[in-house]
């Protein structure tokens, strides 16, 4: 969906995916397309397809991820998605981080903090869940150290995950009005 927000957490701005992010988003995802659900390779009219979706979509908000001390460079994306108002609990992950244009560790995992904050802080989500590959040994530790915890067996070949406010293990870097530093 088209939004405004921005938010920082850590040493990560998570800030609105714009149409001139869509081609780098496309060729990361399709790097690292072996930890998707979805593994097939992605084309650019698919991706612009995908991206005029997207906006139309108001259960959709997607990121996209730089760090704070270089914030015009593109260096992945992260998403909160099927969010339902009404029960409070959302969907996140699509989660791609771009190891090649900064080495430095726990980018993925301050982007993953930070769009739970966002979730519970700004949209009053009271429940996260994701799916996430069992093959994909990398995003379930950073997830797990987010406060993650799984939930159950997909049977597919992934897990069930999931964070609630309460099991949140994020407040180690808030202050007392809720914002990451």
């Given at each position: 969906m088209r939004h405004s927000h921005r938010y920082?957490?850590?040493?990560?701005?998570?800030?609105p995916l714009e149409e001139k992010d869509i081609e780098e988003l496309r060729q990361l995802r399709n790097r690292q397309k072996e930890y998707f659900l979805t593994k097939g390779e992605?084309?650019?009219?698919?991706?612009?397809?995908?991206?005029?979706?997207?906006?139309?979509?108001?259960?959709?908000?997607?990121?996209?991820i730089s760090h704070r001390?270089?914030?015009?460079?593109?260096l992945g994306a992260i998403a909160v998605y099927n969010?339902?108002?009404?029960?409070?609990?959302?969907?996140?992950?699509?989660?791609?981080?771009?190891?090649?244009?900064?080495?430095?560790?726990?980018?993925?995992?301050?982007?993953t903090k930070g769009i739970c904050?966002?979730?519970?802080?700004?949209?009053?989500?009271?429940?996260?869940?994701?799916?996430?590959?069992?093959?994909?040994?990398?995003?379930?530790?950073?997830d797990t150290r987010?406060?993650?915890?799984?939930?159950?067996d997909g049977g597919d070949n992934s897990y069930a995950i999931e964070m609630t406010r309460t099991s949140l293990n994020l407040f180690?870097?808030?202050?007392i009005r809720g914002n990451g530093r």
């Open positions: 920082e957490y850590g040493r990560v701005i998570l800030s992605i084309g650019e009219e698919a991706q612009k397809k995908w991206y005029k979706l997207y906006l139309e979509n108001d259960s959709d908000i997607m990121f996209r001390d270089k914030p015009d460079i593109f969010i339902d108002y009404g029960s409070r609990v959302a969907e996140v992950g699509r989660t791609v981080v771009d190891k090649e244009k900064n080495a430095e560790a726990g980018i993925g995992l301050d982007a904050l966002f979730s519970f802080t700004v949209l009053g989500i009271e429940k996260i869940v994701a799916t996430i590959l069992k093959s994909n040994e990398r995003i379930l530790k950073t987010a406060g993650f915890y799984i939930s159950g180690d870097r808030l202050d």
